[in-house]
């Protein structure tokens, strides 16, 4: 039987080489291999240290998460770690890729750790509802203080080598090969005296006022895993390493089994999976070295930005040269923000601008491998940007549409190319948020759908599949939200009891609160063009208070009144005024977590009939549309999820 670790000795350090395609996640087989490679180094007299590297792109990534549902087989990770401090030859990490998880725990089980200098290390448990379960919390504050072992276990963010070896989590950054450079480390090394292991070395107590600031800091609505990894860090301060260890694995097996990892972890693994579609698995997508984007107002200004972020080159187009240097300076705003917010330095935007060609001629366009139209949600407009692009795009180039609610097959009938079109619904702001929907026609080509999520991974976004219906999957269900939410109203919820019922469930906004937010008159014109298409539309509460002026926030008032320079929503008597007529009198009043449990319930129906129809390809699609699009908690794994339809 192939293990997966390898021993070969260089004179007197052993080279140990660990291969477990396709991040080298500790598995149960990864573990014995390691617990018996310890027993032979040990066993060996003429063997010094011992270097363990891995294959591959990475270093250990993290524990197999595939085994979290499974009775854990011995050896334990907690007592792999440590078997290897306890060794009698010194082991030494050398870490590439990444050391995550379980993975930076084994490497704290060593005794040296080194790095080359694209190597991240990290401890991101909390962000899957869990917290380190094999001394992450109990060895690192011994390794390099409490105030960075707090900052790294509860935000669950990774940390660059260069920071990390500032901050003493690793001993030494290794330029050019890493086994040499890991080799000459150990022979250094073995010519001092050893370092105590980590479990006995001193920790610095701290008092109540520090512990109570970090609290505030690491504390998320709907996350209890922040704060239990903060307890963890606190106690192995307070505690003998071996009391605040047997602590922290009884911390990390009951939130192993919480609602709230099972949801996360549901969510990682739709996102792994997202990028990389069964059926594009042997399909090569297009290469894509230039970009145009038609239209420069805030969604096309958005996208050139998140393609200029990704290192593309961009071609952008307006009608006019008023509305092209309207669109280059939102371009430019857009990344001024991102200098503002510490995203982006002034010396970076400049070159990001330097990418961006403008033009009102589309002849620009003709060395573009893909254009994506992203101009006003009309047809006779859409359809116009189409002939001009057929016009002057090579007959390869990929034409994409960024439609809302049109139906694709209809901005493209009639034009020659069929196999090249594609819808790819960007979300606003585009340069920040992750979902992409991505919309095949007919006759789209597999290569230009694989090109298409080839380019959300490019962009770091969430690509998911969506068939063609009336708002593809998040904008109808969106739909079937608000309209729930107003049959809330009619049976006599208050509007601010709804709004805050889905805030205490976890999103940011309530339904009535958002709409004010982005617009009624959106959705309202929606309605009107389905209405003059000849649809049975029924009038909805939002129609009537458009009809009142009450667009939301830009006109002062929508479903809440606002008062100008303040977006705090205020309850408005015009509203209960205008809306009298249709709300039930005396109806019995519900709980707020009636109230949210029937809007998700609602949503988890409309994803039922989007599935039943071949619109998302699996229940996952639709909660990653929600939780990146739409603003789902994610820690409640989205609506399908959360509704036990997720299976």
């Known amino acids: 039987m192939n293990t997966p670790v390898s021993i070969h000795p260089q004179g007197d350090i052993a080279i140990v080489t660990l291969d477990n395609p396709p991040v080298n996640a500790i598995s149960a087989a990864v573990r014995k291999a390691l617990w018996q490679a310890v027993e032979d180094i040990d066993a060996d007299p003429t063997l010094r240290a011992a270097i363990l590297i891995c294959q591959g792109r990475t270093f250990i990534a993290g524990a197999d998460v595939r ?30 890729g990444s050391a995550l998880g379980g993975g930076f725990e084994i490497a704290m089980g060593c005794r040296f750790r080194v790095a080359v200098p694209q190597a991240k290390i990290g401890l991101p448990e909390v962000t899957l509802g869990i917290i380190p379960g094999a001394s992450g919390t109990v060895r690192t504050p011994r390794l390099a203080g409490v105030e960075v072992a707090v900052d790294l276990v509860t935000s669950g963010k990774p940390m660059a080598a260069s920071k990390a070896r500032e901050a003493g989590l690793i001993d030494a ?64 301060t307070e505690l003998p390493f071996d009391a605040a260890m047997a602590a922290e694995r009884e911390s990390f097996l009951a939130l192993r089994t919480s609602d709230e990892a099972a949801a996360l972890r549901a969510v990682f ?57 309207r669109g280059i300076d939102t ?20 070159a990001l601008m330097e990418g961006v060609t403008g033009a009102t001629d589309y002849a620009a366009l003709s060395e573009c491998d893909l254009v994506i139209e992203a101009v006003f949600e009309e ?39 069929a196999e090249r079109f594609i819808g790819l619904h960007f979300f606003s702001p585009a340069q920040i948020m992750k979902l992409l929907e991505i919309v095949p026609l007919p006759d789209t080509a597999p290569d230009v759908l694989a090109t298409g999520f080839a380019l959300a991974k490019q962009l770091n976004k969430i690509p998911v599949r969506a068939g063609i219906c009336e708002g593809f999957i998040g904008n109808r269900i969106l739909k079937r939200y608000r309209a729930e939410a107003e049959t809330l109203v009619r049976r006599g919820v208050p509007i601010a009891q709804v709004d805050a019922a889905m805030r205490g469930y976890g999103f940011r906004m309530g339904p009535f609160e958002a709409q004010d937010l982005g617009g009624l008159d959106i959705a309202y014109l929606q309605r009107e063009g389905a209405r003059a298409a000849g649809q049975d539309v029924p009038e909805t509460l939002g129609d009537i208070l458009v009809g009142a002026g009450r667009k939301g926030q830009k006109t002062g008032g929508g479903w809440y009144d606002y008062t100008e320079g303040d977006r705090t929503p205020q309850p408005s008597a015009r509203v209960a005024e205008l809306l009298a007529p249709h709300i039930a009198k005396d109806a019995p009043g519900l709980e707020d977590v009636q109230i949210a449990a029937q809007l998700i319930a609602a949503m988890a129906a409309e994803g039922e009939a989007i599935l039943t129809e071949g619109i998302a390809d699996k229940a996952s699609d639709i909660d990653l549309v929600e939780i990146h699009g739409y603003g789902f908690p994610r820690w409640k794994g989205g609506p399908m999820f959360a509704s036990g339809k997720h299976r």
Not at 284 to 293: D, F, S
Not at 333 to 345: H, Q
């Open 67 to 96: 085994e979290f549902g499974q009775t854990p087989e011995p050896p334990h990770l907690p007592d792999l770690v440590d078997h290897l401090e306890a060794a009698r030859v010194p082991w030494i990490a050398a870490i590439h």
């Open 173 to 236: 950054v290794i330029e050019g090969d890493l086994e040499a450079g890991a080799i000459a480390f150990a022979k250094a090394a073995l010519a001092k005296p050893l370092p105590a292991p980590i479990s006995a070395r001193p920790v610095a107590k701290m008092d109540d006022a520090f512990w109570e600031a970090k609290r505030k800091l690491a504390a998320k609505p709907g996350h209890r895993a922040p704060l239990e990894a903060l307890a963890a860090l606190r106690r192995a």
């Open 269 to 325: 693994f739709a996102e792994r999976a997202a990028p990389r579609p069964d059926a594009l698995r042997d399909v090569t997508p297009r290469k894509l070295a230039q970009v145009g984007v038609v239209g420069g107002g805030t969604m096309g200004a958005g996208i050139a930005a998140a393609l200029r972020s990704a290192g593309l080159p961009v071609v952008l187009i307006e009608r006019d040269d008023h509305a092209l240097a």
């Open 331 to 350: 371009l430019a705003k857009t990344f001024a923000g991102a200098i503002k917010r510490g995203k982006l330095t002034e010396q970076a935007r400049d």
């Open 379 to 417: 047809l006779s407009v859409k359809r116009q940007v189409f002939e001009n692009l057929i016009a002057h795009c090579r007959r390869d180039a990929i034409l994409a549409t960024n439609t809302s609610y049109i139906d694709p097959r209809e901005i493209f009938a009639g034009l020659p190319g």
